[in-house]
């Protein structure tokens, strides 16, 4: 009985070591699809976000777009979010996140691809 649990722990310890990780960074871009209704949170600030938030945008790197930084609002106070690197999609630009002004207030766009 103990060769049999001392086999079965040498078989389980070799087995652990088989497992292969492999980082996936493409995400699928869909092209068309029909809208559909679905519930969204969107949280309205009651006064215009700060002037642009300065910030050195780095250097070109190839197959990636910066986002710029922006504001979010908390529900109290914008909050400075920093920007990142988009790997780029071909046939597609990245329209980098922005407020608007709405009747009800100021509502954040957040950074997407577009088609084109």
Same mark, same amino acid.
């Given at each position: 009985m103990q060769i049999r649990i001392a086999a079965l722990a040498?078989?389980?310890?070799? !087995?652990?070591?088989c497992v292969e990780e492999r980082v996936v960074?493409? #995400?699928p871009v869909v092209v068309e699809r029909p809208? %559909?209704? $679905? &519930? %969204?949170v969107e949280v309205? !600030? *009651?006064? +215009? +976000?700060p002037e642009r938030i300065v910030e050195v945008e780095p250097? #070109? $790197? *190839?197959?990636?777009v910066w986002a710029r930084g922006y504001w979010r609002w908390t529900g109290r106070e914008y909050v400075?979010? +920093?920007?990142?690197? &988009?790997v780029e999609r071909p046939g597609y630009h990245y329209v980098h996140p922005h407020y608007e002004h709405r009747n009800d207030g100021w509502h954040l766009n957040v950074g997407v691809w577009v088609n084109g």
């Open positions: 040498a078989l389980t310890m070799l !087995a652990s070591g960074h493409d #995400r809208i %559909v209704r $679905r &519930e %969204v309205i !600030a *009651p006064q +215009p +976000p250097a #070109r $790197r *190839p197959g990636y400075a979010m +920093p920007g990142h690197w &988009e």
